[in-house]
C-alpha cells in the first residue's frame, strides 16, 4: 500500500552533511532546529545573521546554562512572526499535527530520546512531517545523533512523548514570508533588514540602541559566573566526579554563547557583499578577533576537561582563570563586532 505525505515537502530519511552536522551541534538544542528548518526548507544562507547582536552583553544564571545572552532579538522576532505553541491531547495529537504539516509549517516536541552510553533523556525534538498512516518524520541533532526525516510509526511516536496531565505542547514553527524573502536578498540587504525592521535596532549619533535604550557592553557576567563557581565546588568536585549537569555548565554552554558569533563573522567574511562593505582594515581585525575568541574558547575547553579528571580545588581554580581571560579578550571582541554594524547597517 501506498501512503501519501501531508505536508508540503518531500520526505526523505538522512542526515546532515558533515560541515553542516558540525556547524549545527554548536548552536543550542533549539536554535540546531531552527538551522535546520531556516537552511532547508527556506534555504537561507544568511541564518549566521539572525545573531548578530549576541557580542554585546550577557548575563549570569545560577542554571546549567550560565551565561545568557542579554541581547537576543531573536526570540522576539519568533514569537511574532514564526513560533506559536499549542497545547493538544494524546487522542488529537496526529489531527493537530497533519493540520500544520499540511499548511507548511514545522513543530517541534519534548520526546525521550536514547543515547549510545544507554541514557534516555527528554529533549527538543523537530518534527518534519507525517503521512496518512500516521508515521511521523523526525529530525534531531546533538552530539551523538544526526538524523534527519527520520521515521516514527504511530505507536513508537506516542510512546515517546512526555505529556503531562494528558497534555502535549507542540511549538508550531511557522512559514515566515519575511525569512523567505531574506533568502532572496544579498547580505548587505539581509543585515540591515535584519537589524532594522526585524530586531528593532538603530543608530543614535554613535551609539547602538534597541528601541529607546542604549546597549550595554557590560561584562559583570564573567566575574559573577567566577565567584559562583568557587561557592558551588562542593557541587563540582565531588566524591563521584564532576556531576554532568556541572560539566555543561562548565564548557559546553559557555562555547555555545559565543560559537554563534564567530559563524557570524565568518559568514560577513565571506559574503562578498558584506565583505565589500567592510570600512577599510576592518577585516584584519575581525580575523584577529576571531582567532582570540578561538584560543579563549580552546582554553575553556582545556581546564574544564582538565578539571573532569582531576576534580580538586586548584583544578577550578585553573578553569576559572580561563573563564577569566575569555572576559579579557571579550572589550575587543565587542568593538569588532560593533564596527561590522557601523559597517554595514549606517
Sequence with gaps: MTTRTVNTEPLEAG???????????????????????????????????????????????????????????????????????????????FEVLGELFAAGHK??????????DGSSFVTSALLEGMDDQGTVYYTKINETTNVTCRPLTRDTFLSLLDPEDGQVEIDVLRHSAALAE??????????????????????????LH????????????????????????????????????????????????FMPIQFYLAH????????????PGLPARVDSAVAAMDVALGDVLKFASLLVQKPVPA?????????????????AYQKVNLDVLRSVTR
Excluded at 513543530?107 to 549510545?116: A, R
Aim: net charge negative; charged share 25%; hydrophobic share 45%.
Design 210 to 257: 534597541l528601541g529607546a535604550r542604549e546597549v550595554s557592553l557590560d561584562l559583570d557576567a564573567f566575574d559573577e559566573l567566577a565567584a559562583d563557581l568557587r561557592r558551588s565546588a562542593e557541587q563540582i568536585l565531588t566524591p563521584d566526579g564532576v556531576p554532568k549537569q556541572q560539566q555543561f555548565r562548565l564548557h559546553k554552554h559557555i562555547r555555545n554563547r
Design 268 to 279: 560577513v567574511q565571506a559574503d562578498p557583499a558584506l565583505a565589500a562593505a567592510l570600512m
Design 15 to 93: 542526515s546532515l552533511p558533515p560541515e553542516m552536522f558540525a556547524r549545527a551541534v554548536e548552536y543550542v538544542c533549539h536554535e540546531r532546529n531552527l538551522y535546520r528548518v531556516f537552511t532547508h526548507s527556506y534555504g537561507l544562507r544568511h541564518f549566521p545573521l539572525l545573531h548578530l547582536d549576541r557580542f554585546a552583553s550577557w548575563q549570569h544564571s545560577a542554571g546549567v546554562e550560565p551565561l545568557v545572552a542579554r541581547y537576543n532579538a531573536l526570540e522576539p522576532f519568533l514569537d511574532g512572526h514564526v513560533r506559536q505553541r499549542v497545547v493538544t491531547d494524546l487522542d488529537h495529537i
Design 182 to 207: 531574506i533568502a532572496t536578498m544579498d547580505g548587505v540587504d539581509a543585515m540591515r533588514r535584519i537589524f532594522g525592521d526585524l530586531y528593532g535596532y538603530r543608530w543614535q549619533g554613535n551609539d
Design 107 to 116: 513543530g517541534t516536541v519534548n520526546m525521550w530520546v536514547t543515547y549510545p
Design 315 to 331: 583544578m577550578l581554580e585553573l578553569h576559572i582563570a580561563a573563564i577569566l581571560r575569555l572576559r579579557d579578550v571579550l572589550p
